[in-house]
C-alpha cells in the first residue's frame, strides 16, 4: 500500500502560538491531499484540502503547503485554541481513488 | 442535513461470536468506504463501494469479513466469527463520487471490543 507518514506523533503548543503539522507521502503520482481532525471518539473531521496543481491553500485559520518536490504537505494553524486539541491526520488519494491515511500527530494545546 | 449515520456506536462480544455493523450514508453519495482504525493509528481501507459495487476489497480479510450495500445506499459490515484482534474502531464514510476530488465524510465510527 502506499505510505502516508508523519515526523512528529505529538506536539505541544501554548495556547495563541501557531501551530506547524508535517507529513510525508510516498506516491509522486498522488493528485489530491486532505488534512482531517479527530477529536476523541469521533469520526475525522475535514478540516482543508490541496490539489496537486497548488503549492498553498487557506481557509479560516488553517494554511496547508505542499511540496512537491519532496512530497510532503504541513498543516499551519494560527493562534491555536484549546479546541484545536486533537490528532491530526494527513490523507492522500491514491490512483485507485481510495484515501491513505497517515498515523497522526496528537496536537495538545496549554492554556 | 444528516450526516453519515453508524450504529452500534459501542458493542463488547465474546470471541468467535458474530457481529454486524450498520451505515447510512450521506443522501445521494454513491462512494462508502468502510475503514478500520486501531488505537492510534490512521484509518485503514477495508472495502469501497461506488453505489452497490465493491470496487476495492483487497484489504477485507474475506475468510471472516464481508460487507454489503443493497440498493446502493445503507451498508453492513460483519465480521464471523470475530478475534480479539478486531478489536477497534469501525469507520464508515461517504463521498458524492470517488472520481471527483472531494473529501470523504466519516461517521462517528462503531467502537468494536472482543473478550
Known amino acids: 500500500g502506499e505510505s502516508v507518514g508523519l515526523h512528529l506523533p505529538t506536539l505541544s503548543v501554548q495556547e495563541g502560538d501557531n501551530s506547524i503539522i508535517n507529513c510525508a507521502y510516498s506516491?509522486?503520482?498522488?493528485?489530491?491531499f486532505i488534512w482531517y481532525k479527530q477529536e476523541s471518539g469521533k469520526g475525522p473531521q475535514f478540516i482543508i484540502d490541496?490539489?496537486?496543481?497548488?503549492d498553498k491553500r487557506q481557509g479560516q485559520r488553517v494554511t496547508v503547503l505542499l511540496n512537491k518536490t519532496v512530497k510532503h504537505l504541513s498543516l499551519q494553524i494560527a493562534a491555536t485554541q484549546p479546541g484545536d486539541s486533537a490528532v491530526y491526520f494527513c490523507a492522500e488519494k491514491g490512483p485507485a481513488n481510495q484515501f491513505y491515511f497517515g498515523t497522526g500527530t496528537s496536537l495538545t494545546v496549554i492554556p | 442535513e444528516a450526516g453519515v449515520v453508524q450504529s452500534p456506536r459501542y458493542k463488547i462480544i465474546e470471541k468467535k461470536q458474530p457481529v454486524a455493523f450498520w451505515c447510512n450514508p450521506i443522501?445521494?453519495?454513491?462512494?462508502l468506504y468502510w475503514y478500520r482504525q486501531n488505537l492510534g493509528q490512521g484509518p485503514e481501507l477495508l472495502i469501497r463501494?461506488?453505489?452497490?459495487?465493491?470496487?476495492?476489497d483487497s484489504q477485507l480479510p474475506k475468510d471472516r469479513f464481508s460487507a454489503e450495500r443493497l440498493k446502493g445506499v445503507d451498508s453492513t459490515l460483519k465480521i464471523q466469527p470475530a478475534e480479539l484482534g478486531d478489536s477497534a474502531v469501525y469507520l464508515c464514510?461517504?463521498?458524492?463520487?470517488?472520481?471527483?476530488?472531494?473529501?470523504?465524510?466519516f461517521g462517528q465510527g462503531t467502537r468494536l471490543t472482543v473478550v
Open positions: 464514510a461517504s463521498s458524492p463520487r470517488s472520481l471527483q476530488d472531494t473529501e470523504a465524510f
Open positions: 490541496i490539489r496537486s496543481n497548488m
Open positions: 506516491n509522486s503520482a498522488s493528485d489530491y
Open positions: 443522501s445521494g453519495h454513491n462512494t
Open positions: 463501494y461506488e453505489n452497490e459495487e465493491a470496487v476495492d
